[in-house]
């Protein structure tokens, strides 16, 4: 790969961040409005989306609790925000499984910070951007393993789906 085509990889990537948990609103949206939060959270993740019917849909399957007066919590976000992430390589009886395991072993603060570190620490070094990939935490139980190597699906589904995208782009300049 030239170096041209790595540092168009990297654009969108560099500096990502998902919202912290306590960034999450917490005064309740409503459906579209929480569809457009997510949807602008993880827009740098080509292949990543939600949308309205998604997330009813996920309400209807018991993935997130229904919405308290047609609004959603930080929580129902948190999770969210997860399933639009994880969605492209879990089917939803694994998503239901790993949210029943988290629900288990972490609250969903803590999972979801776990989360959006790891999902970065792992895009981050993915792409180019950190020469090492760290572990986030010195705790290493299974849930963390499996939690871990779905992120990495997750980020190496966005880095081909990326440069794919890149390389028919520079297909048609030609």
Do not use: W
């Amino acid at each position: 790969m030239d170096e041209q085509f790595k540092e168009k990889m990297k654009e969108g990537i560099d500096g990502f961040r998902l919202p912290s948990f306590h960034e999450i609103p917490d005064v309740g949206l409503f459906l579209e409005q929480t569809t457009k939060y997510i949807a602008g959270a993880i827009e740098p993740l080509i292949g990543v989306s939600i949308t309205s019917s998604m997330i009813s849909n996920y309400v209807k399957r018991k993935l997130i609790e229904s919405p308290q007066k047609k609004q959603y919590s930080r929580e129902q976000i948190a999770y969210l925000i997860f399933i639009a992430i994880t969605k492209s390589v879990l089917s939803l009886e694994n998503l239901q499984t790993m949210i029943t395991m988290q629900k288990a072993s972490y609250g969903v603060e803590r999972a979801y910070e776990y989360f959006c570190r790891e999902l970065e620490n792992i895009l981050f070094y993915t792409f180019g951007l950190k020469e090492n990939y760290e572990t986030v935490g010195i705790e290493n139980s299974y849930q963390k393993t499996i939690l871990r190597n779905a992120i990495i699906a997750v980020v190496h589904k966005v880095y081909l789906e990326k440069c794919l995208s890149l390389m028919q782009e520079e297909n048609k300049t030609k």
